[in-house]
């Protein structure tokens, strides 16, 4: 599992934010497409919410890789 570090001063980061950063996603247009598909998942649930805030330890599941909130 990899780890993604929240920003120095952040609270949390938006799911669409997250894919495109770690590279999970391209383009925020992807980010939107594969997450309104129900293709993510936070904490091994279904999430269709791009703007849903993570805060550190939430994991996020997507196309077979996982990414944990630091």
Known sequence: ??????????D??????ILKAAGMVD??????EVIQGGM???NAET???RGKKLHSGDIV???GKELQII
């Not at 599992?1 to 952040?10: I, N, P, S, W």
């Not at 949390?12 to 934010?17: A, D, E, K, P, V």
């Open 61 to 63: 599941s997507y196309d």
């Open 1 to 10: 599992m990899e780890q993604f570090q929240l920003r120095a001063g952040e």
């Open 47 to 49: 999430e269709t919410r």
């Open 12 to 17: 949390f980061i938006r799911l669409g934010q």
């Open 27 to 32: 383009t925020g247009a992807e980010a939107k």
């Open 40 to 42: 993510v998942s936070v």
